[in-house]
């Protein structure tokens, strides 16, 4: 294990960026998180990051020693590869008055922080979420080809619909530390813990939406993806059963949510009557 010393200064934001293997990517989502234009009040510029790899590799080593600051901590953990014990791993070390979760491959909108730096929506205790832009990209083994870019309107995105499939990227939440103190993601499922953990996040706190570009969400569309949401493990007989977990989990509240869940089991293959869902 690998981390800085923490300040003792008051920390506003933690951003937890979970990482595997990507360095050159995780390299543009720190400095998309270090380049933050600043905010009006310098007092509430005070920002963590809390990069957590689940494998020793050199070259992410060597990005994290070049961008994280005395402020912010760099962990290597033990055990299987995933982003759910990463994250459960930086949050019992987050500092941060409010909590962010960025993948390795995306990245924070540059005025992100000093929005939600003056939402009082957040700072009044509730979960808030902006837009995103979705870039299309190739990726190759040390650099990206930009392909396109298309803003992403969320408004209106979050709401009970959230029981049948995720409704907006996590990159573009920011939580009150006190709502998600207690919360872990769950490292049984195979791709789909982000949305298990909002559902569950939801129908305690539901999120309030702000009229602002969050992040980046870079995705690709061909043979150079190592995606997670667009590996065997997110489309195949995993991704069904992570389905059915959740399903299971959280009970549908209305009639129409559950056939809607029985119709999309059964086009992957699972006939189970809505009754059960």
């Known amino acids: ?15 937890i960026v979970p990482t595997h293997r990507r360095a050159h990517l995780l390299f543009r989502a720190l ?3 270090k380049s933050q234009h600043q905010f009006q009040d310098e007092e509430s510029a005070k920002v963590q990051i809390i990069v957590v790899s689940d494998v020793i590799d050199p070259a992410t080593d060597l990005v994290c020693n070049q961008v994280l600051e005395a402020n912010d901590i760099y ?22 008055q409010y909590i962010l979760f960025l993948d390795d491959d995306d990245a924070l909108h540059s005025e992100w922080l000093m929005e939600l730096s003056k939402n009082r929506v957040l700072k009044a205790g509730v979960p808030v979420y902006g837009n995103c832009t979705v870039v299309t990209e190739r990726r190759l083994s040390d650099t990206t080809e930009f392909l396109g870019a298309q803003a992403l309107d969320c408004a209106g995105k979050l709401d009970i619909w959230l029981h049948l499939k995720n409704q907006v990227h996590m990159s573009c939440y920011a939580f009150p530390r006190q709502c998600i103190t207690h919360r872990r993601f769950d490292h049984f499922m195979r791709a789909y813990e982000d949305w298990e953990f909002l559902l ?17 969400v870079f995705e690709v569309h ?3 993806t190592d995606r997670r949401g667009s590996s065997s493990r997110a489309t195949g007989i995993d991704a069904v059963l992570d389905y059915l977990y959740v399903y299971r989990r959280y009970p549908g509240p209305t009639d129409e949510i559950r056939r809607k869940r029985s119709e999309l089991l059964a086009r992957n293959g699972l006939a189970i009557p809505p009754a059960y869902l």
């Open 1 to 15: 294990m690998e981390s800085s010393s923490a300040s003792s200064e008051c920390v506003i934001f933690t951003v």
């Open 222 to 224: 061909d043979a150079t």
């Open 200 to 216: 569950g996040l939801y129908r305690e706190f539901p999120a309030c939406h702000v009229p602002s570009p969050a992040s980046y």
């Open 31 to 33: 400095q998309s998180v």
């Open 75 to 96: 962990l290597r953990r033990a055990g299987s590869a995933g982003p759910s014990q990463s994250r459960n791993h930086a949050l019992q070390l987050a500092e941060g």
